[in-house]
């Protein structure tokens, strides 16, 4: 549909007129099955083995003619499937807050103002600005158009972008990917160049909307941790299937009865099911994930939580990142006179002239803080405020590229006669003009001195010599120097910490930039980054990729980098084995956002196409947040692995009195009741405390992992097993040994007591590498109120005569219950002693 041009003034909607249409159309979004709902999550937990191995469980028991039992495993079922509904549940409230804080966003005119909204807000008849590296968030008909590309791959499969011109009087619909078309469509990517468009058809009525039901149904694949987890589940159980059908067979040859010996059997095989695992891999990312986004960093991928804790390089940026991006005009340069905008001195003429240059060589509606600094400084010295004169209109546009850091405007000035004003770094601009060489020689030296000084410098130059047709090369249109601008930008006040903090966590620090190679180190002196080498663009034009790999070795300082230069220094960094984090904002860095084991996007000054390619998005551009994310990746995989040992460890004696008192002759010690029983507190201890578990004390003071390292290594289960043993050899001698001294329900409750207790100590051993004084000094209130549920839980279950009537137990004297306690003390002192025994820092 052709929108009506004269619909909206050219202020925007109004915002009530807005409301109604949003509430007439609905939100701009594609369809979209969004998170799993709670029905979902019941029925895929339902399909576990777990929960078939309990639903058998208790037809079993019905089959005996004990209801009683059967209607409470069932019970139970149910209440370990709230269980499993209240974490996943928590998990999808995380991971759908996620959604929405990654949501895109865009600049709309609305109440006669330009304000950033979410794209879901969009309605027909809006205007919106589109610049360079955003997403296009509806379909639109251009109104303005400066050197607007648009990649319309999504939509029509190729990759070279097409020009847009644009149609202020309105124009038919069009397919997408013809070249000079009005329309940008929603989903296409703006390459170059910036324009001003309405809004003709948002969500399901947008040409990308014919495709959304088939973008929603792609699943992601599973990531490295997903597939080593599901490998080891499915070994324990087919080991668990296959020993459960041999204690079956020998239970039915020593004369036990099929339905006693098929519950045996089924309380091995849940034993020897890690079924925690599953859920490990999913709560841990997700509401760790949750977790950085309250420290403003958004995890678009939760694989990169995975590969913060082995991150040994980190590539950033300057400006924005380890400075304020506050640009303020420090100083302009003209004709060997400096003049300093913060002195009471009037600015002299020569100057203004300087900064109206400035001005004519920028951007109105911009968001680059440097052409922000240029207007402010205007506002307050210049009479005019520095707008554009009366019966000027802006002719073309040379923007910036990689090859040409500078914009060069050419402007009508009406009469026939035209204005040519440029602006960008000295270098470039100092080559672009007609200058002699001397003058060339004076310009560079001034701005090498301010750029030593920690000064952003850009050159200024302007021409009245251009005539149509405009030639390919500005270079052509006869500049004429006229001086320099220096911009100041603050360091950050946290960064010099950070990077220190940086580097006792063994984390190198290069600042990759696009300024004077002199600004660079004068900014990297400030940061602490290091007394390194300092490597430049054009240096690093003239080595290949092996050569720069040896030569970014002690290089601190990237400085005059272009770009797709970025891609190479990652790839480079990579090659030496490095795991790099690289940040960038800019459609140009896509690429090496991409290439980087973890891209890092800016959230504030960032582009669509720079957050898309990234795993990672610093919401408030901030270097320590990056820093805090690293340290916050740690503790979310060291906690993961403790997590894990602890269950695997904990399985081990579970499984093991499940299985050895039958080898040995003894009575049958632990029917499923008992399983169900210590997963009551297994479930909630592997996922909700370890997840609360604080970071080890010495957690940014040891250096990166290797990245080949697994989550749960041959290490880690070696580590779990012998854990396991030890609290298994003691459950087995207390079992032997109150069997010769009580009956044996008495028997199976006072082992049955320690197996609880012992569960605790190995949760309390795993939580933290420090001994169990130090662990007890740190706070983890999840712990201790799982710690106090289970323990009434178990008196309940002795002491409550139906629950001790359906869990077969029958109270012993108290002075067995004492034993129990202290085979539980004698593990926890063995968990102890093993810590001391460790050589070196593990790494988390």
């Keep these: 549909m052709m929108p009506d041009v004269s619909e909206t003034s050219s202020h925007g909607l109004d915002g009530a007129e807005a409301a109604r249409r949003l509430a007439r159309d609905g939100p701009n979004r594609l369809p979209d099955a969004g998170g799993r709902r709670w029905q979902r999550i019941a029925a895929d937990a339902a399909r576990e083995p777990m929960y078939l191995l309990l639903a058998g469980a208790a037809v079993l028991y019905l089959l005996l003619g004990e209801p009683r039992e059967g209607v409470f495993l069932l019970g139970m079922v149910v209440l370990m499937l ?20 990654s949501s895109p966003t865009a600049l709309v005119w609305r109440d ?6 979410p794209a879901g807000d969009l309605v027909e008849g809006d205007l919106i600005e589109l610049c360079e590296g955003d997403r296009v968030p509806a379909d639109a008909l251009l109104l303005e158009a400066a050197g607007l590309m648009v990649d319309e791959s999504l939509l029509t499969g190729e990759s070279v972008p097409v020009g847009k011109l644009a149609s202020p009087q309105g124009s038919e619909p069009a397919a997408p990917g013809g070249a000079d078309q009005p329309w940008a469509y929603s989903g296409t990517l703006v390459v170059q160049g910036h324009g001003l468009a309405r809004v003709s058809a948002t969500g399901a009525r947008s040409e990308i909307g014919r495709i959304g039901a088939a973008l929603g149904a792609i699943a992601a694949p599973p990531g490295r941790l997903q597939r080593e987890t599901a490998r080891l589940a499915r070994r324990f159980a087919l080991l668990g299937g296959a020993v459960s059908a041999l204690l079956v067979g020998l239970l039915l040859v020593r004369g036990s009865e099929l339905v006693q010996a098929l519950l045996a059997g089924i309380a091995l095989s849940m034993s020897m099911l890690p079924e925690e695992f599953p859920v490990i891999l999913t709560v841990f990312p997700a509401i ?9 960093v958004l995890t678009r991928r939760l694989s990169a939580i995975e590969i913060l804790g082995s991150t040994s390089v980190l590539c950033v940026d300057k400006t924005g990142t380890l400075t304020e991006n506050r640009m303020a005009v420090a100083r302009l340069w003209r004709d060997g006179a400096a003049y300093d905008p913060t002195s009471a001195a009037p600015m002299p003429a020569p100057h203004q002239e300087l900064l109206r240059q400035a001005l004519r060589a920028s951007r109105a509606l911009g968001s680059d803080p440097m052409e922000a600094a240029f207007w402010r400084l205007a506002a307050d010295v210049l009479p005019d405020r520095g707008a554009v004169p009366d019966g000027w209109s802006l002719q073309h546009e040379y923007g910036l590229t990689p090859q040409r850091p500078a914009l060069v405007h050419v402007w009508d000035r009406g009469e026939g006669t035209v ?6 770094a000295p270098e470039t601009v100092v080559a672009l003009s007609c200058a002699a060489a001397s003058v060339r020689q004076e310009v560079l030296a001034a701005a090498a001195e301010m750029a030593a000084a920690g000064l952003r410098v850009l050159a200024v130059a302007r021409s009245s010599a251009a005539h149509q047709p405009w030639p390919e090369d500005p270079a052509d249109l006869g500049l004429d120097l006229l001086g320099l601008v220096a911009l100041a930008d603050p360091l950050r006040a946290d960064i010099p910490d950070a990077v220190a903090a940086c580097r006792a966590a063994g984390l190198r620090i290069v600042m990759i930039t696009g300024d004077h190679p002199d600004t660079a180190r004068a900014i990297a002196r400030q940061a602490g980054i290091g007394a390194g080498e300092t490597l430049t663009g054009a240096q690093i034009a003239a080595l290949d990729g092996e050569a720069l790999a040896r030569r970014l070795d002690g290089v601190d300082v990237c400085a005059r980098i272009a770009p797709q230069q970025k891609l190479d220094i990652v790839q480079a960094l990579q090659r030496g084995g490095a795991v790099v984090a690289m940040t960038g904002d800019g459609v140009n860095d896509a690429p090496a956002l991409r290439a980087a084991n973890v891209g890092v996007a800016m959230g504030r000054r960032g582009t669509d196409v720079a957050r898309e390619a990234a795993e990672l998005t610093l919401l408030d551009d901030r270097f320590a947040s990056l820093v805090e994310a690293i340290a916050s990746g740690r503790r979310i995989f060291g906690n993961m692995r403790k997590s894990m040992c602890y269950v695997m460890a904990m399985h081990v004696p579970i499984a093991g009195m499940a299985l050895v008192p039958v080898l040995l002759g003894w009575p049958v010690m632990l029917y499923p009741l008992h399983i169900v029983f210590l997963e009551l507190v297994i479930d909630p201890a592997c996922s909700l405390a370890f997840e609360n578990e604080p970071p080890e004390k010495d957690l940014m003071r040891r250096p990166p992992r ?3 390292e697994s989550l749960f290594g041959r290490a880690a289960v070696v580590s779990a097993l012998v854990q396991g043993a030890w609290v298994l050899g003691l459950l087995v001698a207390l079992y032997g040994w109150t069997l010769s001294h009580l009956p044996q329900p008495e028997a199976r409750t006072v082992t049955f007591a320690a197996l609880v207790l012992c569960n605790l100590a190995l ?10 004084g130090g662990i007890l000094r740190i706070a983890n209130p999840v712990f201790w109120g799982i710690t106090v549920v289970a323990l009434l839980l178990l008196a309940l279950a002795i002491y409550l005569p139906a629950a001790a009537a359906m869990l077969r137990l029958t109270p012993p004297p108290l002075s067995f219950l004492a034993a129990a306690g202290l085979v539980a003390a004698a593990a926890l002192a063995g968990l102890e002693l093993r810590k001391w025994g460790r050589d070196g820092p593990r790494r988390f």
């Design 763 to 772: 949760l309390m051993s795993n939580r933290q590498r420090a001994g169990v």
């Design 112 to 117: 006669g103002r330009a304000q950033r909204l």
């Design 706 to 708: 290797a990245p080949d």
């Design 288 to 296: 760790g994930a949750w977790r950085l986004a309250r420290s403003q």
């Design 82 to 101: 709230c269980m499993t509904l209240f974490q996943e549940g928590r998990t999808e409230r995380a991971l759908q807050a996620l959604r929405d804080l």
């Design 419 to 424: 204005q040519v004003a440029a602006k960008g």
